[in-house]
């Protein structure tokens, strides 16, 4: 079990460019989430997936942010017209849903996002 | 809605001394509750979590955190501080019912210091 992994590790980009987070789940993990964390705060949540279907989107920062989890497997954080308000560290986690909400959630490493 | 209060940002024990950091949290209903660690530029690793069996929890590296509902908290201890506990450490719910099931709301954080 590799865990879950999150590329790019660190990116720097320009006021204006987009960028885009990839994150690789445990394997098994039917659900899949993406967190936002800035300095001095707890991880905030911004979406999650049950398999391939978005099922809460409405805590996306704004319509710049959106996720996708094409086969159910790897999912993409695209950044559009990044703003320096966007710097922050985006964390991936994965679990194993079975109708128990207690279940263990895994966490990435994060892709720390700094815009100039 | 629900919401995790983590009390002190930063917390500093001498090595070897009781670690008692603090949490509280808003719920009608009791969640699931759990407490994470994030060293530096790392991701967060699961230290404990609370799913309505007993209300004393044992976690890793020598950590345990009791659930009160009555006064609504789960406080994190180990009886003696390590060097190597020196991170931050996060408190989160999860709700057991309703669309947010599953997804993690988190704390602050409260950061440890471990003084030699």
């Known amino acids: 079990d590799t865990g879950v992994s999150q590329d790019p590790r660190h990116k720097i980009t320009k006021r204006g460019q987009n960028v885009t987070f990839r994150c690789d789940p445990i394997s098994e993990h039917n659900r899949l989430y993406w967190y936002r964390q800035t300095l001095g705060q707890g991880p905030e949540f911004l979406t999650y997936?049950?398999?391939?279907?978005?099922?809460?989107k409405s805590r996306l920062l704004s319509d710049r942010f959106s996720a996708e989890r094409p086969k159910g497997s790897f999912s993409t954080l695209e950044i559009q017209r990044t703003e320096q308000g966007d710097s922050a560290m985006y964390l991936c986690?994965?679990?194993?849903?079975?109708?128990?909400?207690?279940?263990?959630?895994?966490f990435g490493e994060g892709s720390w996002l700094t815009v100039v | 809605a629900q919401s995790v209060t983590q009390l002190g940002s930063h917390v500093s024990v001498s090595e070897g001394a009781l670690v008692l950091l603090r949490c509280n949290y808003s719920?009608?209903?009791?969640?699931?509750l759990f407490w994470y660690v994030q060293y530096p530029n790392q991701g967060l690793q699961l230290l404990l979590k609370?799913?309505?069996?007993?209300?004393l929890v044992k976690g890793i590296n020598g950590f345990e955190a009791e659930f009160k509902k009555s006064e609504t908290s789960f406080h994190l201890t180990k009886p003696s501080a390590h060097m190597s506990d020196a991170a931050e450490y996060f408190c989160a719910v999860s709700p057991k019912h309703g669309g947010s099931q599953g997804n993690l709301i988190f704390g602050k954080g409260t950061k440890l210091s471990v003084k030699p």
């Open positions: 609370y799913t309505s069996a007993a209300t």
């Open positions: 719920s009608s209903v009791p969640p699931y």
């Open positions: 997936f049950q398999n391939e279907a978005q099922l809460e």
């Open positions: 986690a994965s679990s194993l849903a079975r109708g128990d909400s207690g279940n263990t959630i895994y």
